[in-house]
């Protein structure tokens, strides 16, 4: 049985002691690049900024100011993040997503599943143009996760 490819549906985002850190369900595009010679990587452009990713991935800054001082100065609230290109953090990802049979014509759900990546801390704020919606790009490195060097394992539905 061959299976055709679909786009990625959701990407799930874990801390490296197996905690979900973010849930990414609105991805544009992904691809999960593995060519010899080169580190691999999973790249990502989401529709969506996902905050809970951002947060994961670099540091969010504490607001000192009491609801006293915000008041007299009429603040919004805000969150703020420290945005550090070198920051990296260990992290596992599980990618989601559906293959049609060629047989069958039915739909089949896969799981890739990597146990040992690593936020990278290039994001792209991509502005839009010409009508289309802005995307955020992100990518993870991949790394084996044993001794025989693997570094990702596939689950199809049979």
Known sequence: MNYGTREVIELLVFDENGNKVAHLDSLKQSYLKTSQGY???LYIKDALLN???LEFSH???KNNRSDYEKELNNEKDFKEISYN???VKKCKLIAKTLYRTDDTKEDKEV???IPNA???GAIDFTSCNEGEPSTFDSVFSIHSYNENGDIFKIRIEQ
Do not use: M
Request: charge should be neutral.
């Open 59 to 61: 540091a969010e800054v």
């Open 51 to 53: 905050y809970d990713l």
């Open 111 to 113: 799981y890739f599943n």
């Open 118 to 120: 690593k936020t990278n």
């Open 39 to 41: 580190s691999p990587y």
């Open 85 to 87: 290109p070198k920051l």
